[in-house]
């Protein structure tokens, strides 16, 4: 008696691994997607006012992390946009320490700002944030 060989067990098994490697390489996919995000980087916690005296534009820091000296200060006068660096607004004895820290003011002594619009952006160059972004007069 000779017996019948069939390939139905075969098929069946294929059929199996088909779905298992399916199954393995749905969940890998998602696992390193959502292991692989990189977290945001870190970015300064910080309380900035600005402010207009006469024909001074001020900006002070109220509180938060220290700021870098290299932080980029942009003052739009009328459309007309200016850069500056905190270290260029800030007076000497505040440069000492090498940062922007609570309590030091940013001076930019301006001419006649009378009934100009006078908007103001900082920076943080390091984490690359903008910190205030504001209008201080309605032209």
Excluded: C
């Amino acid at each position: 008696m000779k017996g019948k060989r069939t390939d139905e067990a075969a098929s069946e098994l294929l059929g199996a691994m088909l779905l298992l490697i399916i199954a393995v390489s749905v969940f890998s996919v998602i696992f390193l997607n959502t292991l692989s995000n990189v977290s945001p980087e870190d970015h300064p916690l910080v309380t900035i006012v600005g402010a207009l005296e006469g024909n001074n534009i001020i900006l002070t820091h109220r509180g938060g992390e220290p700021l870098s000296l290299e932080s980029e200060i942009v003052l739009t006068i009328a459309g007309t946009q200016l850069n500056f660096t905190a270290g260029q607004l800030l007076d000497n004895k505040s440069k000492q320490d090498g940062l922007w820290t609570v309590g030091e003011l940013l001076l930019y002594n301006g001419t006649n700002l009378t009934g100009l619009k006078v908007e103001a952006t900082v920076v943080d160059v390091k984490g690359d944030t903008t910190l205030l972004m504001g209008i201080l007069q309605h032209g």
